[in-house]
């Protein structure tokens, strides 16, 4: 049987659940709760920035714990035969048979890599995001993995912290359409789909908010920050069916998230209703004794179980092996054991596990290949690039001159795919050079010069075991040859193509930064190509805004391509060539600099509004470019704004329509976006927030009218006073544009008010 065939259940799911719960014994049943990382790596050399644990030993470790039925799921595996060996020796092991969970890191892509999640946000296209991750997990069940660790719906306003890239920005509103996208994307029509996995949206939350951007630091969070901002996404991602959520690291207003009995219990449990398993973020549990917050380990184990931690991810010593202890102690009743191992047992046996546990190498291989992934990850880059500047219109390139291409990562395969890929193949990444050499064939000349060497964190990242940045020998590299070369080639080309960014190793996980500046000699390369007078064309591979403020001002074109995988160099190409128009807009607000974080568009309005721009004295406070910004090779204007009626009733809803002509002279992508504002009410609300959007490909001339639905879903917000979600009477200003900064409006008056009807507190 293969992977793709999933076994219907003929027998009743609890009646199966209940007959395993009750011939199992309490170690057990610790053991079904508890997951354990195998990693199967090379040998390390340097222990800096990497696990505190033997890697070598590791190995035999899990095995000998899964040959005595001690392992419920396991993590990190990724080759098919090494998955079902491993299945076996679980099952083997396991005294009645239950088969192994496996979950893995499919973040962006698993063979095919998908462009990084922020620039799949950036899209702000959700058909592109499921189709991409419906690929993702068509190649990840094929070499049976079951679960993905994803999406992650962390809101994230603070670009200091590397995490930034792995979810969808700062705005609920999108964080919550990205969110479900995904969500369907992973689990199609649901758990036991065919080709698909569990989705695990992480991480429970508020882990965006760490402190000046550290990653794992303390969060704290106000209820109106929480209800309004954090979390909307993850209620989004439960609305949509997710099987699987993963509590976060740190903690949670002085309480840690993976032992809080508000935010586990009574806000996802009883509020929302969420019945599929929680797992902890690896060694989180153990992490509660860190935390101060648990006394050891046993109390760690029995506290976790009992705000409903359904599995422990342990990358050693699992605090859940005390499980037996803490019941025998008292701590823990027994009853609250069995509440997570039926999750457990029920989700296996969803997923057809106990009937059809192993997969076919050979058809895993099939699927990996597959020419139609590569072509929705080309088709994702391209929708996922966001272009901030073309003055003079230099893009899209339509002459025949030469090409210079310039910057280690234009031509750095690794680079091209992001962090948080394992399994891709290296070789077959596109890079921008490649892809523009393909698509220029042989009637332009391009030529590549790196400039400078690339530049390297100052810690080395625990990623870097995966293959990191290959370092430069310091004397095969002559620094000023090399820099004049770049020049020299610039000089005589028609275009410079300059691609500048942070290295992957730069962002994500344990990538926080106290600095937005390009690392390295990039700007001092910049400048120099700029200097040559040749036009430059910079393209910027980041997960995060990078201080681009002399770049703003200097270089006419620039577009942000994000890290966009596989296929990242052919998108690239295409956009640059005019084959598709950029369309993709900015998930975040782009700040000028550091000193401005957290910057978001949608703040409350305050003492003296009209200086807003100029809260500090030494450089403005507004951004670089605003959330929801971006241009396209066509020009659009907006007509006829209208709400349908004079006043929404609280309960009921209006109609937003708005007309949008492409009235340039090239076909072109909009991202048409829908604004509102508060007047009054019982509450300051934000200036703006968005509450609506829908992506448009129009050719020259063409006209299209939008609609947006505005009802309580949108009006809605949590009031700190009432603790409450409520609706105020109030007038609402509607803004419909092209970005956050819209100026096209209307207004709407809204009668009746709170509660809103049909809203329980949390519901
Ligand atoms: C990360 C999670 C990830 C897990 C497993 C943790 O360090 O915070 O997001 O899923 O590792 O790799």
């Not at 799911?13 to 170690?27: D, G, I, K, P």
């Not at 419920?72 to 083997?92: H, K, M, T, Y």
Request: glycine residues 10%; hydrophobic residues 40%; contains cysteine.
């Amino acid at each position: 049987m293969t992977a793709s065939q999933h076994v219907p259940q003929t027998e009743d799911l609890s009646e199966r659940v209940e007959s395993l719960l009750t011939q199992m014994t309490l170690a057990e049943k610790a053991g079904q709760l508890t997951q354990l990382f195998y990693f199967d790596l090379p040998p390390q050399d340097d222990a800096e920035g990497g696990l505190p644990i033997d890697l070598a030993a590791q190995p035999a470790m899990v095995e000998a714990t899964a040959a005595e039925g001690g392992v419920g799921s396991l993590l990190f595996l990724r080759d098919p035969a090494e998955i079902n060996r491993l299945q076996r020796l679980v099952i083997d092991g396991n005294r009645l048979g239950i088969p192994a969970l496996i979950g893995f890191d499919v973040i962006h892509g698993f063979r095919t890599i998908l462009p990084v999640p922020i620039a799949l946000a950036a899209s702000w296209d959700p058909d592109v995001i499921e189709a991409g991750q419906a690929v993702a997990a068509r190649e990840a069940r094929a070499v049976g993995i079951h679960w993905a660790f994803a999406p992650m719906v962390d809101i994230a306003r603070d670009p200091r912290w590397g995490r930034i890239i792995e979810g969808a920005g700062e705005d609920p509103y999108l964080g919550s359409a990205v969110a479900a996208a995904q969500v369907r994307g992973f689990q199609g029509s649901g758990i036991g789909a065919p080709d698909r996995i569990i989705a695990g949206p992480k991480h429970f939350a508020g882990y965006g908010a760490a402190l000046g951007g550290r990653d794992y630091d303390e969060v704290n969070l106000s209820d109106y920050e929480l209800w309004n901002v954090y979390l909307p996404p993850f209620h989004a991602a439960v609305k949509a069916g997710a099987g699987n959520l993963m509590t976060a690291y740190m903690d949670l207003n002085g309480i840690p998230a993976t032992g809080n009995h508000w935010l586990l219990a009574e806000v996802l449990r009883d509020g929302w209703g969420f019945d599929g398993f929680l797992v902890s973020d690896a060694q989180a549990v153990h992490n509660l004794v860190t935390h101060g917050f648990a006394a050891d380990l046993t109390d760690a184990a029995a506290r976790a179980v009992s705000v409903g931690l359904d599995l422990e991810m342990a990358i050693h010593d699992p605090a859940y092996a005390h499980l037996p202890e803490a019941v025998e102690q008292g701590l823990v009743d027994e009853e609250a054991l069995d509440t997570c191992v039926r999750r457990m047992l029920a989700v296996k046996l969803k997923l057809g596990l106990f009937d059809d546990p192993f997969v076919d190498e050979d058809q895993a291989r099939t699927v990996l290949a597959d020419p139609g992934h590569r072509e929705v990850a080309r088709t994702a880059a391209q929708r996922t690039a966001v272009l901030l500047r073309n003055e003079g219109d230099v893009l899209p390139l339509t002459g025949r001159g030469a090409i210079a291409v310039v910057g280690p990562l234009a031509d750095s395969k690794r680079d091209t795919l992001g962090p948080w890929v394992f399994e891709h193949d290296v070789e077959e990444t596109v890079t921008i050079l490649r892809g523009i050499r393909d698509r220029a064939g042989g009637e332009v000349r391009v030529d590549y010069a790196p400039g400078i060497r690339p530049a390297y964190r100052v810690f080395p990242s625990m990623f870097d075991m995966f293959g990191g940045n290959t370092p430069v020998e310091p004397d095969a590299f002559d620094d000023k040859a090399e820099l004049d070369r770049a020049v020299g080639l610039a000089a005589g080309a028609a275009v410079a193509v300059v691609v500048v960014g942070e290295w992957q190793n730069m962002i994500g996980e344990a990538a926080s930064r106290s600095s937005l500046e390009l690392p390295g000699d990039q700007l001092a390369l910049l400048k120099a190509v700029v200097d040559t007078g040749t036009p430059v064309v910079l393209v910027v591979m980041n997960g995060r805004p990078l201080d681009l403020r002399w770049a703003s001002e200097n270089v006419p074109a620039i577009l942000d391509v994000w890290y966009p995988g596989s296929q990242g160099g052919a998108a690239v190409a295409d956009l640059i060539f005019g084959e598709v128009s950029p369309g993709g807009k900015l998930p975040f607000t782009w700040p000028r600099t550091v000193g401005q974080v957290p910057i978001y568009y949608n703040h409350t309005i305050s003492h003296e509004p009209a200086n807003q721009g100029r809260r500090y004295w030494d450089e403005e406070s507004t951004p670089l470019y605003p959330f929801g910004y971006g241009l396209s090779y066509g020009r659009f204007q907006y007509d006829d704004l209208r709400v349908d009626q004079d006043r929404i009733q609280s309960g009921g809803e209006a109609t937003v329509s708005v007309t949008v002509t492409n009235v340039g002279d090239r076909r072109g992508d909009e991202v048409v976006q829908l604004y509102i504002h508060q007047r009054h009410g019982a509450s300051s609300r934000p200036v703006r927030e968005l509450k609506g959007f829908e992506r448009l490909s129009l050719d020259p001339g063409e006209s299209r009218t939008v609609t947006f639905r505005l009802g309580p879903d949108e009006l809605r917000y949590w009031n700190a006073g009432a603790h409450d979600w409520v609706v105020d009477a109030t007038e609402l200003d509607v803004y419909v544009g092209g970005d956050s900064t819209a100026s096209l409006s209307t207004s709407v008056a809204v009668e009746g008010s709170t509660p809103a009807p049909g809203q329980s507190r949390g519901a």
